[in-house]
C-alpha cells in the first residue's frame, strides 16, 4: 500500500478521538485530548512501519482510537454522578414551573366552562376559504352596516363576471319563529341565498342525509346558541318544521359555535332556494374571486366601480373575507412579538451579571439554567393565549371588534409583563442549583455610596454563592454581581445536599 | 482509601505494571495485553482512588526526542500498600509482571 494513504488513516484517526472527546465533561476535556493524542502518536510508532502502511497495523491503531469512547464514557459517568441537585427547599425552579402549569391548567379550565372563550377555541379548526371577499358601498367606512341590495345582487348574477364567479347574499331580520314546542320567540334570522354555508365552507352539524321531502321549503339552519337554548339541544332536530314569519321552514342542521365571523349576530339562517325571494332592502354580499382575478394578487382591500340597477356606476369597497376575519391566533402571535420588541424598553434583557466571575459553570448547568428560563416563557405563551380569550369571550354580548380589542390589548399586557417577571425572577435565582435566592440585607449606607458600595445582599440556601445587588448603579458597579462560594462554605448551609463541587 | 480496600484482577494487574514501571497507559497495555478501552478508564478510578498518581513530562524532553510529552504515572503510598494485599490475593500476579524496572522515568 502506498504513503498516500497514511495521511487519511492518521485523520481519521485523530477524528475519531476528537468525536470521542466530545463525551468528555468539559472541564477534563483538555487534558483527555492532550494525553490521548500524545499516546496515538506512541501507538502509531509502534504499531505502523516507517515508510509504509500496513492494515495489520492501520487496524491495532484503529481499535486502540476506538477504546477512547469507553474511556469518555467512563469519565462522563463519574461526572453525571456528580451533578448538582435542584433546590427543593420554597422557591424552587420545580416550584415556579408546578405554579405555571396549574396557571395553565386553570385558565383552561376557565376557557372550558365559559361558551364564548370554548366556542373561541373550537372554531381554530375552521379556516376561511381563499379568495373570498365582502363586497360593500365605497360610501360606508363600517363593514357592520348593511350597504348592499338584493337587487344589486340579482345585477351582478345575471351579467358575465371577470372578476368573480359566485356571489352569497343574506340579510339580517327579526322574525317570529314557532318552534316544534308552540313557543314563539324573535330571533334575529338571516335570509340568505342557498349557496352561502357552501361559499363559506360552513360545517353544519346534525344535516339530515335526506330532506328531500320538503324540497319546495327553505332551509333553516339554527347557531349553537338557539339549538340548545330553544330546542334542548335535540340532535333530532333536522327535518321538523318550523314558522319563520309567516313562511314555513325545516331545520337543517345545527351551525357550530364561533364558526360565524360576517358582519352581524345570527340565531338562524333562513336558506332561500333562490335570491329572488330574499325581499328588497339592504344587505351583505360574499363573493368568490375567479382564478384569473386571485392570481393577480391584489390586495387585501381594494375599490370596484360597477353599475347599479339604475343603471348609474357606483364605487363598492371589497375587503378580503381572510383579512377582515382575524383570527384569534394572529391576533396573539402579533400581541407575543410586540411584547418581546418592547421588552427591552421595560427591563434589562441580559442575566450574564455573573460574568465578572472568574470561574466559569459546566455547559450542563447553563444548559438546565437555560432550560429552565426556556421552559418558563414556553408555559407563558398558553397562559397568555387562555387568559386573553377568558378575558375577551368571558361575556357572549359583546360583538367581535370589541372582543378581538380587549383580546389584544390583554394578550400584549400579560405577555409583557409576564416576560419581564420570567426576567426578573431569573436573575433572582442561584445560577447552579436554580433555587430563589433569600436572606436579603442591606449592605452599605446611601451617604458612602461614592466610597463604598451601598445595595442588596441576597444569599443562596445551598451555599452555591451571593448575588449582590447594587441600590444605585454607579460605573463601577452597575448591574448585580454573583460571587461563587468555594465548598469550604457548606457546612454554613442547611441544604447541605445541594453543595457540591461538580458545578464548575 | 482503605488499605485492605480489594481490588479486581484486572485493576491489581495494572497497579502491578505501573509499579513495575510501565509509566504510560500504553505501555501497559502492552505488557498487560489488555486493550485500551479497558485501560485507560482503570487508571483514571486507580487515579480518582489515589492509588496512582500522574504528571505530565517536561515539554523539553519530549522535544529533544521529536516526540509528543507523555503523561506518566506512579504510586502513591497507599497504593503500594493496595499492591502489598493484592499480590496476597492474586499470587501470579508478580509472575506475569514481574517487577523490575524496566524504563526510568
Known sequence: MTLQFAPVFRGGNLGLLRLASLLVPGQHREEWWREWRSELWHVRQACTPQGSVSWKGEREVTAFCLGAFQDAFCLR????????????????????????????????????????????????????????TMIQSARYSQDSVPTISAEQVRMWRGRKQQIFDGFAFYQIVQKPVLTGSQEQVALRVARASSNLFELLSLPVRFASPGGEAHDDMPKLILSDAVWKREFGEDPLVSGRVVQVGLRRAVVSGVAPAGYWRLPGKVDAWLLEPDVDAVSDGAGFVVAHLTPSAAQERWSERWRMSAPTPDGTPDDFLCVSLAERTRESWDLFLFAVILAFLSLPATTSLPLGEYRLSSRRLSWSTRLRRWTFLGGKIALLLPIVYLVSLDLAYMRTTLDTPSSQYIQLVSSFSICLFGLRWALRDQRQRCPVCLGKLTHPARVGQPSRNFLAWNGTELICVGGHGLLHVPEIPTSWFSTQRWMYLDPSWEILFPESGLVSTGYF | MATEAK?????????????????????????????SGTVYPAMRRLERDELIRSHWEQQSIAD????????????????????????????LLAKLIPSEQVESV
Open chain 1, 77 to 132: 459517568r463519574e461526572a453525571g454522578q456528580k451533578k448538582v441537585p435542584l433546590a427543593t427547599t420554597k422557591g424552587s425552579a420545580a416550584q415556579c414551573m408546578f405554579f405555571l402549569v396549574t396557571i395553565t391548567a386553570v385558565s383552561y379550565g376557565i376557557a372550558l366552562l365559559c361558551p364564548g372563550v370554548r366556542a373561541e377555541i373550537l372554531s381554530l379548526r375552521y379556516r376561511v376559504p381563499q379568495n373570498l
Open chain 2, 7 to 35: 481490588l479486581s484482577h484486572t485493576a491489581a494487574m495494572i497497579l502491578q505494571a505501573v509499579n513495575a514501571g510501565y509509566v504510560y497507559g500504553f505501555s501497559v497495555m502492552e505488557m498487560t495485553g489488555l486493550p
Open chain 2, 64 to 91: 529533544a526526542e521529536q516526540r509528543p510529552p507523555r503523561k506518566y504515572y506512579k504510586l502513591t503510598r497507599t497504593g503500594k500498600m493496595t499492591l502489598e494485599s493484592s499480590r496476597k490475593r492474586y499470587p
